[in-house]
């Protein structure tokens, strides 16, 4: 059975987030060179939480890699399926649509912090994540991007 990081669709996707995030950070997602496949098998299986959404009117999640999938409690198949918004509770998402109307104005943003919650119901914190928008190869806005290392379960 071929691993999520190898579909064809989500290598383009990686490529997507890897040169989205080098034009507004200036610098790679993950140093070194990759070829595409390689690319989309480091950052899947990266260390890091690595979660993007589309440019639906109710935006849906498109990716998450392992890290965001364990996080989150969720399979590939339910996580492409969750409008980003239900990422937060209730309360915080307000927060959460500044946030990322300021990323939409600035094209990223460092050291967000903000509450999430899992498919159980599990909350947790999450500290210095860097949010960004994508574009696509012709430069049109192809949704958002968040990456963290940081996390607490509260």
């Known amino acids: 059975m071929k691993e999520i990081w190898q579909d064809q669709k989500i290598i383009t996707h ?3 987030l890897a040169r989205s995030f080098l034009k507004w950070k200036k610098h790679d997602l993950l140093p070194g060179l990759f070829n595409p496949l390689g690319l ?8 890091f939480v690595l979660v993007s959404h589309g440019i639906e009117t109710d935006p849906v999640l ?9 996080l ?10 969750t409008p980003s918004r239900l990422t937060a509770e209730a309360p915080n998402r307000e927060e959460r649509a500044r946030l990322l109307a300021a990323v939409t104005q600035n094209g990223f943003i460092d050291d967000y912090s903000g509450v999430r ?4 119901g599990r909350r947790f914190k999450i500290s210095r994540a860097t949010v960004w928008n994508l574009l696509d190869a012709n430069q049109n806005y192809f949704g958002q991007a968040a990456m963290f290392s ?3 379960f509260l």
């Open 40 to 47: 989309s098998r480091y950052i899947f299986e990266a260390p």
């Open 72 to 81: 989150w409690e969720m399979s590939w198949d339910e996580l492409t399926r």
């Open 117 to 120: 919650i899992s498919k159980t």
């Open 62 to 70: 498109n990716y998450g890699n392992r890290a965001a999938l364990s």
């Open 14 to 16: 990686t490529a997507i």
């Open 150 to 152: 940081e996390w607490k």
